[in-house]
């Protein structure tokens, strides 16, 4: 069973940036074919993919966050972070990291989320 939390501040002010950690227990990021994302969901919205991390060290951002966002990770703590610059209370949502399977291609582990408010 592959566990992922979510961890970070849950108010973030406007122009800051927000870091999130998500910690992955059961299961090792530099597995072979699997992809490590960020995706939010803003209130009253559907899911908008952020980015990913890969198993080796690949990363991509989806085209509306991509100026604003690193993805990174910490294989010694089995950990990949987001980092998004510039927040705006539109950046407000419950922010989620999964795991997405490359072969088949699938989402298949997620954690529960975590509310970021952005407001000063």
């Known amino acids: 069973q592959v566990l992922l939390q979510e961890s970070g501040p849950g108010l973030v002010k406007p122009s800051q940036t927000l870091s999130l950690t998500c910690t992955v227990s059961?299961?090792?990021?530099?597995?072979?074919?699997?992809?490590w994302n960020w995706i939010r969901r803003p209130p009253g919205k559907g899911l908008e993919w952020i980015g990913f991390?890969?198993?080796?060290?690949?990363?991509g951002y989806g085209p509306s966050l991509k100026s604003r966002t690193s993805i990174s990770r910490d294989t010694s703590k089995n950990q990949f972070s987001l980092q998004l610059r510039s927040v705006t209370p539109e950046d407000t949502a419950v922010y989620y990291c999964?795991?997405?399977?490359?072969?088949?291609?699938?989402?298949?582990?997620w954690g529960q989320g975590t509310q970021v408010t952005v407001s000063s």
């Open positions: 991390i890969g198993y080796e060290g690949s990363s």
């Open positions: 999964a795991r997405f399977q490359g072969s088949p291609n699938y989402y298949d582990y």
């Open positions: 059961g299961g090792s990021i530099t597995t072979r074919d699997y992809y």
